[in-house]
């Protein structure tokens, strides 16, 4: 990294971005709320939060969101049925955006670019402005984004920037990236000193994240199948209570339920994804009552199994991106941390 490739913005021309930002797109970017924070949307002169901790909810509540109507149906007096797409949207502009939660987009693009693709989502990525943010110490205690290789991940932002103090430093990675930069301050580049200052930092930093894990990420798959009979499945599940709560955190739980809803005269009608869980009791039951996962140790397992080898397995990236969230947010305090600890002895 050198002066020539990141450039300066000053902390007072942030509102400036968000202004500029806000002509085209729908700005968000984290807000305090309550203990937690959530993604809000800005209006220029509002503050800007660049230390925040983390979200309790991940982006893919904005991109997938928890409710959303596929299509809307009508039946004509002819018995045709027409088709109606949902309202086209504001594309989305996200500030600060930390690199668990970029590489939990990249794996949210992966599941629906994969199969028959789903535009709905994938549209939305592809217009989404995104300004990614470098972490300087854990967002949780939960955290391990270093051993999961998303600590410094910068796919897929515009511009990504580390905040020094009075200046963030950025590096631009696309072409509307540069452009906007361009029209919010002088392209000026960093100096020298703030390289310099820049590289210390995050020499300094790595002290902050120590590494949790003995192995590479790429071992997990090997690891875990290794450890698919282990009895660690039986007592992490003994304190799991099926609430569904890790799935709501997580960055990369894409599972969804579809249904239909119309009145009783069938001629108008809309279907509607909403999320679900490998967790939740009777996700895994089919038709004529059989379940496949009936307990809770296969069905701990089996998202463990998911993020850790199915997701790598398929996409070639792993499901989990280390931000915490599900054991933190966990009732019963299970943590996918050391559930992979404890099988990495067989990595």
């Not at 002509?23 to 230390?51: F, I, N, Q």
């Not at 009075?166 to 392209?187: C, F, Y």
């Not at 999320?275 to 038709?287: E, H, I, M, N």
């Not at 990236?317 to 933190?328: D, E, L, N, S």
Request: charged fraction near 25%.
């Amino acid at each position: 990294m050198t002066e020539r490739d990141v450039y300066r913005l000053p902390r007072e021309r942030l509102g400036a971005l968000v202004a500029r930002l806000e002509r085209d797109y729908r700005v968000l970017g984290p807000a305090p709320r309550g203990d937690t924070y959530a993604w809000e949307e800005l209006r220029p002169g509002d503050p800007v939060s660049l230390d925040y901790p983390t979200t309790m909810l991940p982006l893919r509540a904005l991109l997938a969101p928890q409710r959303e109507v596929l299509f809307t149906f009508r039946r004509g007096d002819d018995g045709e049925v027409a088709f109606d797409p949902p309202a086209d949207e504001r594309p989305l502009a996200l500030l600060g955006v930390h690199g668990c939660d970029l590489t939990g987009l990249r794996v949210l693009r992966a599941f629906h670019d994969s199969g028959t693709r789903d535009r709905l989502v994938t549209n939305r990525l592809d217009r989404a402005f995104i300004v990614g943010l470098a972490c300087w110490v854990p967002c949780l205690g939960e955290a391990f984004c270093r051993d999961m290789g998303s600590l410094d991940n910068e796919i897929p932002a515009d511009l990504y920037a580390w905040d020094i103090g009075d200046v963030l430093l950025v590096k631009v990675l696309t072409n509307r990236g540069r452009d906007v930069l361009t029209e919010v301050t002088p392209m000026e580049a960093a100096t020298a000193e703030e390289v310099v200052t820049l590289r210390r930092r995050l020499r300094v930093r790595l002290e902050a994240f120590p590494q949790h894990l003995k192995f590479a990420p790429e071992r997990l798959p090997i690891a875990l199948e290794a450890a698919e009979g282990d009895l660690l499945w039986d007592a992490n599940a003994d304190r799991c209570l099926s609430c569904g709560r890790c799935n709501l955190v997580c960055p990369t739980c894409t599972c969804f339920d579809v249904t239909d809803a119309s009145p009783l005269d069938g001629r108008t009608g809309v279907r509607v994804r909403t999320w679900t869980g490998c967790q939740v009791t009777g996700f895994s039951r089919v038709a004529g009552g059989h379940d496949f996962r009936p307990g809770r140790a296969q069905q701990l397992r089996y998202r463990i199994f998911r993020k850790g080898k199915y997701m790598p397995e398929r996409y070639g990236m792993v499901g989990c991106t280390g931000c915490g969230r599900c054991p933190h947010h966990c009732p019963t305090r299970i943590s996918i941390r050391e559930i992979f600890r404890q099988v990495g002895g067989t990595a």
